[in-house]
T-cell receptor
Framework: GQNIDQPTEMTATEGAIVQINCTYQ??????LFWYQQHAGEAPTFLSY????GLEEKGRFSSFLSRSKGYSYLLLKELQMKDSASYLC???????????????FGTGTLLAVQP | GAGVSQSPSNKVTEKGKDVELRCDPI?????LYWYRQRLGQGLEFLIY????????KSGLPSDRFSAERTGESVSTLTIQRTQQEDSAVYLC??????????????FGPGTRLLVL
């Protein structure tokens, strides 16, 4: 079956660093995505990993280990506006003839406190 | 347009009524996806369009759900004889071609459907 696991909620302090973990078991793998979703708004793209290792984008970094079925999103220098849900999603197939659909976890609700 | 738009933003309906939800993808995007987000749950895939064709409808939960796309642009998701369990946020996403592994899906703000 298809399964994406991530913690339901996390709390962190403004200015700190937080790591949100995601583990996956899918029939195929063609990339892992992280999206940010503020309450009542559309998910917005944060990062994409298809090869093992770390991808860095400013305050946000994402790591992937395909052999372990594991990823994490690292947020540095936390700001109050980072309070949101963080969605981990796996694309299980890709290319012509494939669906390219994303399989999502339930999301991690991050609360940043002063 | 600048982004994916959806209408209506909110819809309240009575059980048994039909509803139609609309999605306007980013101009030029060939691939279009519908997802559903129930309260406290992750996004569930419903259907995928490549142009005006739907090669994957595997996520549609029942035959009360249907979708079409015209002009390789606007898509409508129709739910017939709505049930209370259909209450959810229906999200539409589009991507450039749907054929590149690294391609990003861009989401609309969603339609919040409440079935009373």
């Amino acid at each position: 079956g298809q399964n994406i696991d991530q913690p339901t909620e996390m709390t962190a302090t403004e200015g700190a660093i937080v790591q949100i973990n995601c583990t996956y078991q899918t029939s195929g793998f063609n990339g892992l995505f992280w999206y940010q979703q503020h309450a009542g708004e559309a998910p917005t793209f944060l990062s994409y990993n298809v090869l093992d290792g770390l991808e860095e984008k400013g305050r946000f970094s994402s790591f992937l280990s395909r052999s372990k079925g594991y990823s994490y999103l690292l947020l540095k220098e936390l700001q109050m506006k980072d309070s949101a849900s963080y969605l981990c999603a796996v694309r299980d197939s890709a290319g012509p003839g494939a669906t390219n659909k994303l399989i999502f976890g339930t999301g991690t609700l991050l609360a940043v406190q002063p | 347009g600048a982004g994916v738009s959806q209408s209506p933003s909110n819809k309240v309906t009575e059980k048994g009524k039909d509803v139609e939800l609309r999605c306007d993808p980013i101009s030029g995007h060939t691939a279009l996806y519908w997802y559903r987000q129930r309260l406290g749950q992750g996004l569930e895939f419903l259907i995928y369009f490549q142009g005006n064709s739907a090669p994957d409808k595997s996520g549609l939960p029942s035959d009360r759900f249907s979708a079409e796309r015209t002009g390789e642009s606007v898509s409508t998701l129709t739910i017939q004889r709505t049930q209370q369990e259909d209450s959810a946020v229906y999200l539409c996403a589009s991507s450039f071609s749907g054929t590149s592994p690294w391609e990003t899906q861009y989401f609309g703000p969603g339609t919040r459907l409440l079935v009373l």
